[in-house]
Structures are given as structure tokens and as C-alpha cells.
């Protein structure tokens, strides 16, 4: 397997626009997470999905932010609009079972000016 | 509330030196416990889990962790630094209400090799 794939590795936008971000998991995982990494709140968890379906979004920053798993292989992180203060790195993560380590993608570079 | 708490932002060694990255967390049941290592612009590749049974842990890349359940501790060694081993390093924590695998992380520790 080659891993979990994240689309794009970097983006660039305008403040305003909106955002779609991308994850495939690894073949057979039945959890998947999307986590945020910045500078001053370091990694934090948004959302995490349990067979597609969502389980626990309190992390999600606002009604800005929205997340869904149309099937088992893909996930999509959208923000719209977006503003200046989403530049991070989003990383999905995706897992086997309770209890197994979770396996991360190389992340999204987001800016957004 | 759980938390996980890496005390040193930044150290440095000299390559070939021991390292010790320190990791407290706070969790009220038996904890499953992760270290993650991210090399500039890369995601998070696990070095080692603690899960139950042998407190003391092997890894990838030579790392060992060990788990002091008195201490609330789960610190990261390795006897001798290696300049590729230059990167950030993040403890977490893994809470049952998302089968253990809903992360709660460090804030990290970075840590530089001298030659």
C-alpha cells in the first residue's frame, strides 16, 4: 500500500475562497482523522471518522470548517470561506482498529493571503 | 482532562551522544502511549507504542521508551545520536474515547545534532 495520500501538498489562496483538501486512507482502515498543525496550537485533532462515518468533530474550528467520507477510500476537509488564520499543515491520519497506531500522510501546506 | 506535557522545546547534542526526551502526560486510566517523529516537511512516522505489558519499549531507528506509570512519564532514549536523527518529536497520548487512537499530542521537542 502506498500509504495514506493526501492532495494537494500545497496550496496557495486568497481569503475568501474556498478550500478542498483531500485524503486517501490505507486499503482496509476504518478510522480516519484529520488534524491540524500550527505554530502556536501545535497538532490538534478536527474530526475523526469511524467507517465513514463521523464520530467526534468538536475539534472543528467553526461552521467554516466542514469534513466528509463519501465511501471508505476518500475523505475531503473543506473550508469556505477561507481566511488568513487557516494557514497551517492538515494531515489525515488513517487507522486499524481500536488500540493500532495511526498512520499519517506528508500533510497539506495551506496559506491563505 | 488529559494532557501530554514535553518539557524541552529545543535540545541539542553532540552526534554520538545519548538522548533523552522527556514526556509526562496526564490520563486517567492505563494510558496507550506513542512517539511520532516528523522530519522537515514530512508527516509523522511512529517510532514506537506502548500499549501494555513490558514497560520498557524498542522502536525503530534504535530508540527505546519506558514507561514509569508512577512517574506519569514515558521518556525516549537512544544511546547514540545519529545527524540523520535531526527533527521534531512528539509524545502523545491515545484517548479511549476514540478507541485509543484519537491522539492527544505534545507540543514536541526539536532537537539538533552537532557533528
Known amino acids: 500500500d502506498a500509504g495514506v495520500i493526501q492532495s494537494p501538498r500545497h496550496e496557495v489562496t486568497e481569503m475568501g475562497q474556498e478550500v478542498t483538501l483531500r485524503c486517501k486512507p490505507i486499503s482496509g482502515h476504518d478510522y480516519l482523522f484529520w488534524y491540524r498543525q500550527t505554530m502556536m496550537r501545535g497538532l490538534e485533532l478536527l474530526i475523526y471518522?469511524?467507517?465513514?462515518?463521523?464520530?467526534?468533530d468538536s475539534g472543528m474550528p467553526e461552521d467554516r470548517f466542514s469534513a466528509k467520507m463519501p465511501n471508505a477510500s476518500f475523505s475531503t476537509l473543506k473550508i469556505q470561506p477561507s481566511e488568513p488564520r487557516d494557514s497551517a499543515v492538515y494531515f489525515c491520519?488513517?487507522?486499524?482498529?481500536?488500540?493500532?497506531?495511526?498512520?499519517f500522510g506528508q500533510g497539506t501546506r495551506l496559506t491563505v493571503v | 482532562a488529559q494532557s501530554v506535557t514535553q518539557p524541552d522545546i529545543h535540545i541539542t547534542v553532540s552526534e554520538g551522544a545519548s538522548l533523552e526526551l522527556r514526556c509526562n502526560y496526564s490520563y486517567g486510566a492505563t494510558p496507550y502511549l506513542f512517539w511520532y517523529v516528523q522530519s522537515p516537511g514530512q508527516g509523522l512516522q511512529l517510532l514506537l507504542k506502548?500499549?501494555?505489558?513490558?514497560?520498557l519499549v524498542q522502536g525503530i531507528k534504535g530508540f527505546e521508551a519506558e514507561f514509569k506509570r508512577s512517574q506519569s512519564s514515558f521518556n525516549l532514549r537512544k544511546p547514540s545520536v545519529h545527524w540523520s536523527d535531526a527533527a521534531e518529536y512528539f509524545c502523545?497520548?491515545?484517548?479511549?474515547?476514540?478507541?485509543?487512537?484519537?491522539?492527544?499530542f505534545g507540543a514536541g521537542t526539536r532537537l539538533a545534532v552537532h557533528p
Open positions: 506502548y500499549f501494555s505489558g513490558d514497560t
Open positions: 491520519a488513517s487507522s486499524f482498529v481500536q488500540g493500532t497506531e495511526a498512520f
Open positions: 471518522f469511524n467507517n465513514n462515518v463521523p464520530i467526534d
Open positions: 502523545a497520548v491515545g484517548d479511549l474515547s476514540g478507541g485509543y487512537n484519537k491522539l492527544i
